[in-house]
């Protein structure tokens, strides 16, 4: 068996989401240099407030979710979990690249996200239709497919931003062509998807598609006359407090983040864009979901009104698998009346979700297990409860 290797991090500490003023929140310090290469990792509740579980239960924890993962394969993985609006517990296991067996994880890495990116693409974009810049039921092909010197397919002309946003504007899928090597960054993809014809009529079905996301990603760049990633961090992440995530190529991860191996000539980060090309750690993500509920002290990118539409299912469409799960503006949710996304590419499961009882979670992997992302939930859930942890009482 695999030696586990758990980094750990211990704050006592406001969780950034209470902080009322921009870009003070607080990032977890770094951790101590390692003394053991079998270290335990328990995040706390702020100081004023007592334990809401104690460091021998996220002990037991941390080595149920790396013997799932890590042992099982995984070069990495981290999570990070919250209790309502509060980060109590962040860890990291395993090493951040292949090649040197000491370089351990950290809860401060970060790892891909994938498609978790469309939820924060999906945050910037309801920004700017708050401010007025776009209207969520405008057309927007035409504006898009301009900023791009093309003309689009006439079948694009009623495609608006909620569409987009819930995949349900009858946009192909295109898998092949984004992971196939066809589309190599995510202008070119959105040249050809525009200048070819729709699946269907937009407005009657979900079918989930990279593309909706790589047109966003242009639409906020067309917008707000700046970058794609320039615009998110001036959006969201930095009054969220949120620092050093970024959108990446399909390799040349930095020294703060986890290597996803990768076979060589591949070009799928570069082409998903907005759609699935972010880094950051757990507890970045963590913040973000926790940001959306606006009954919470701290910084919101969303009004209470516009929050509350991302995690209603689209209505009057059809779903290929409505009873596992549906889709609002750019999350998925649950049957549990759970919500979040996941994400999957090479070497890549990422999941977040906001459950019903104020509980928010992440787990980020390097590696190839689980075979299917959702089964990150197992992982979680399992974890609980082989360490006796109940998260639904509210905290002091």
Request: with cysteine.
């Amino acid at each position: 068996m695999m030696v586990t290797v758990v980094r750990t991090l211990s704050i006592l500490l406001a969780f950034a989401l209470q902080t009322s003023s921009v870009g003070a929140s607080s990032d977890p310090s770094d951790p101590p240099p390692d003394s053991a290469a079998h270290a335990v990792a328990t995040t706390t509740v702020p100081p004023a407030s007592p334990p809401l579980v104690d460091a021998e239960s996220w002990a037991v924890f941390d080595q149920i979710v790396s013997n799932r993962l890590v042992d099982r394969g995984d070069l990495a993985a981290g999570v990070a979990v919250s209790v309502d609006g509060r980060l109590v517990h962040v860890a990291a296991y395993g090493r951040r690249t292949p090649v040197d067996p000491i370089d351990y994880t950290v809860p401060t890495d970060r790892f891909r996200i994938a498609s978790i990116s469309k939820l924060l693409t999906a945050v910037t974009v309801l920004r700017l239709v708050e401010a007025g810049h776009i209207g969520l039921d405008e057309p927007v092909a035409a504006r898009i497919a301009a900023s791009l010197g093309v003309s689009p397919n006439d079948g694009w002309s009623t495609v608006t931003v909620r569409q987009l946003l819930s995949h349900t504007g009858g946009v192909p899928k295109y898998r092949g062509q984004f992971f196939g090597g066809d589309f190599t960054t995510c202008e070119g993809a959105a040249i050809y998807g525009l200048s070819n014809g729709l699946d269907r009529s937009p407005g009657t079905a979900h079918v989930y598609s990279n593309l909706n996301f790589c047109l966003l990603g242009l639409l906020i760049a067309d917008i707000t006359g700046r970058s794609y990633e320039e615009s998110v961090n001036d959006l969201v992440l930095r009054p969220l407090g949120i620092r050093g995530a970024r959108t990446v190529g399909t390799y040349g991860a930095n020294i703060s983040e986890v290597v996803h191996p990768s076979a060589p000539g591949r070009a799928y980060m570069e082409a998903l864009g907005g759609a699935g090309a972010w880094v950051a750690t757990p507890a970045d993500l963590v913040r973000l979901v926790d940001s959306l509920d606006t009954t919470r002290p701290g910084w919101h990118p969303l009004s209470a009104e516009l929050a509350a539409l991302m995690p209603i299912p689209m209505a009057g469409v059809s779903f290929p698998d409505p009873g596992q799960r549906l889709y609002g503006l750019g999350t998925i949710v649950w049957p549990d009346g759970s919500w979040g996304h996941t994400g999957t590419v090479e070497a890549t499961h990422a999941m977040v979700a906001h459950r019903p009882d104020g509980v928010t979670w992440s787990i980020l992997v390097s590696g190839e297990t689980p075979a299917e992302t959702e089964s990150l939930r197992d992982v979680f859930a399992d974890a609980l409860a082989g360490a006796g942890i109940t998260l639904t009482a509210p905290l002091a």
